[in-house]
Structures are given as structure tokens and as C-alpha cells.
């Protein structure tokens, strides 16, 4: 027991240590590029984090978090400190698990098609509520991953501005793995580039106020190149242990 309980603590001083070096790192990129530290959101994406871990950043100052699968949501969510935090989703979503969540997230990350929107409105309105969204876009054009091509993103949102019950706030990106910083970069500044296009499209129902870009190896590169929220795991709770499941 004693052993447990020195571990946890050495944990906690771990993430706080993170979070007031990961507070600098943004601070300073959004000096760099021309904004204050207000401007950019720090979202912790807490997947396979407990509960009294993540509240313990939340004591740090945190106030965004973001999950990236319904289960796990759903079995932390009495948990979490949501007194002084905000929750959002951020992982992959089927439209038959968007009724598990509607009622419990401000914010949906990962919408990346017309039938996923149609859900999340049609939950949405059984609410009574106007559900936030960002639409994931595939930057990378990759296979495997969720999101919508660049080349449909603009005819997702006419789509999407035309469904009752929820409101686009944004775009969201998981860019390739890269090796070298330049490569990310020129993802992000293509992201930065729809962002701005779209907002200069003034399209009914569809603001850009997010930009939700960069992780733990690149988020000083995503703000640097236009990004005003990060999402952050591992640099922040350390090495994340996949239990199998
Ligand atoms: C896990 C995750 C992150 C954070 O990843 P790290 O590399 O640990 O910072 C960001 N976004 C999404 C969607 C994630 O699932």
C-alpha cells in the first residue's frame, strides 16, 4: 500500500511539474505568433488516465478536457471535476453511440460525415440543445484515418449548415506520423489555409473559432502555425499503458 500510494504521488507532482512546463511552451508560441496565452485553448486528452490523475491537473489549472472513446467516457465521467472543467470528444464516433454522450460533452470534435452530423443534430434536438461541433479533416489524405478529404470539406459544411441542432465551431486534424518538424508544419499550414478560406466563405451556420491541431510532439509547431487549441496527452500524464480490452 505504501509503496501505491508514494507512486501516485510522484505521479501527481509529475503532471504538475508538465502542466506549468506545457503552460510556458504555449504561452511562449502564442507570443511568437502574435497572440496572448488566452487566445489558446489546452485541452488534455485524457484517455487511459484516472480519474484522481486528471482531477489533479484540473487542481493545476486545466480547464478542457477531451476523451476519445464513449465507454471510457462514460465510465469516468462521475468522476471527473466538471465543477471547473469542460469535457469534450475528441476520438473516433459511431452514430449509434452519439446518443451515449450528447448530453455530457460540450463540444464534438470528430464529426466527419453527413450521416455522423444528421445523429449528433437529430440527439442533439432530443436535448433540447444545439450541439458544438469541429469537423475532422483528413489532412494527410491517409487510409486508415477518420476525417473528410480536404476537397469534400466544403461541401460537408453546406451540408452541415443546413441541419438543425448543431452548430460547426471549427476543424480539427490528426496530420501523419512525420519525422521531421517541416513536414508537419506544411499540414498544419494547409489546415491553417482551409481555416481561414472558410471563414473568408462567410457560410450560414459555420463559424471558425477553433482551430484544434498539435499533440505532444508538435503542438508549439501547430500553434506557431495557426492553431488556437492543442490537444495534449502524454506530454502531460507521461507514457500512456494500453490495458487490453
Ligand atoms: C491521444 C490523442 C491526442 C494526444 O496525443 P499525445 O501524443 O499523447 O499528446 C490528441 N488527439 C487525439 C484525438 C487523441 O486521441
Request: charge should be negative.
Amino acid at each position: 500500500m505504501e509503496k501505491q500510494s508514494s507512486e501516485l504521488e510522484q505521479k501527481l507532482r509529475d503532471v504538475e511539474y508538465n502542466y506549468k512546463t506545457i503552460e510556458e511552451n504555449i504561452c511562449e508560441a502564442a507570443l511568437k505568433s502574435g497572440r496572448k496565452r488566452e487566445d489558446i485553448i489546452f485541452l488534455a486528452a485524457t484517455k487511459t488516465v484516472a480519474p484522481d490523475v486528471i482531477n489533479h491537473a484540473i487542481a493545476c489549472g486545466l480547464r478542457y478536457i477531451g476523451e476519445n472513446r464513449v465507454q471510457e467516457l462514460l465510465s469516468k465521467y462521475d468522476e471527473y471535476d466538471l465543477a471547473r472543467c469542460d469535457l469534450q470528444f475528441i476520438g473516433h464516433l459511431q452514430s449509434n453511440k452519439v446518443r451515449q454522450i450528447i448530453d455530457k460533452v460540450s463540444l464534438i470534435q470528430s464529426v466527419d460525415s453527413v450521416k455522423l452530423a444528421n445523429e449528433v443534430a437529430r440527439q442533439a434536438k432530443l436535448h433540447n440543445k444545439i450541439q458544438d461541433i469541429l469537423i475532422e479533416v483528413n489532412i494527410g489524405n491517409e487510409e486508415s484515418k477518420s476525417g473528410v478529404d480536404a476537397e469534400k470539406l466544403e461541401e460537408l459544411l453546406y451540408n452541415a449548415s443546413q441541419i438543425e441542432g448543431i452548430k460547426v465551431r471549427g476543424l480539427m486534424t490528426i496530420p501523419p506520423i512525420c519525422e521531421e518538424k517541416p513536414e508537419i508544419c506544411k499540414y498544419f499550414e494547409n489546415m491553417h489555409r482551409l481555416f481561414i478560406d472558410i471563414s473568408g466563405k462567410k457560410i450560414d451556420n459555420i463559424s471558425m473559432d477553433y482551430l484544434s491541431m498539435g499533440m505532444s510532439d508538435d503542438y508549439r509547431e501547430a500553434i506557431m502555425c495557426g492553431a488556437n487549441m492543442v490537444r495534449v496527452g502524454s506530454a502531460l500524464f507521461g507514457k500512456r499503458f494500453y490495458k487490453e480490452c
